[in-house]
């Protein structure tokens, strides 16, 4: 919804995942993302949202799952200052997930941020 706002192309393929990634190596994405946010919201004249505190040295899944929902937050911000007020489809819990899975999904966000960005 925030790329159709924002007349934005929208990438849906997740990029495909060389090797076996760690809850450390999705960490340093999900900080990547965090930064392409905030970029998003100033391109946007929103108060940016702070990135979040993940020390890179003790990195756990716990952590990562915490930074993952900010992002999830920021992006409903980002829809509400849209005014882009469209409830979201019901999914089932996400299961059996490994850090590669994830670091998939956040390199298609940051993609999909780069190209809102650009267009905002």
């Known amino acids: 919804m925030i790329a159709a706002k924002l007349r934005a192309p929208l990438s849906l393929d997740v990029p495909a995942v060389a090797?076996?990634?760690?809850?450390?190596?999705?960490?340093?994405?999900?900080?990547?993302?965090?930064?392409k946010m905030v970029n998003l919201q100033n391109r946007l004249g929103m108060d940016a949202s702070s990135v979040p505190n993940l020390t890179l040295v003790s990195v756990t899944p716990?952590?990562?799952?915490?930074?993952?929902?900010?992002?999830?937050?920021?992006?409903?911000?980002?829809?509400?200052?849209l005014n882009l007020n469209v409830p979201r489809q019901d999914r089932s819990d996400p299961r059996n997930k490994v850090p590669t899975d994830v670091f998939g999904q956040v390199l298609l966000i940051i993609e999909n941020l780069d190209n809102m960005s650009a267009e905002a």
């Open 62 to 81: 716990s952590k990562v799952y915490d930074a993952t929902n900010m992002l999830l937050a920021e992006t409903t911000r980002i829809k509400h200052h």
């Open 19 to 35: 090797g076996r990634k760690t809850p450390k190596d999705v960490a340093q994405q999900v900080l990547r993302a965090s930064y």
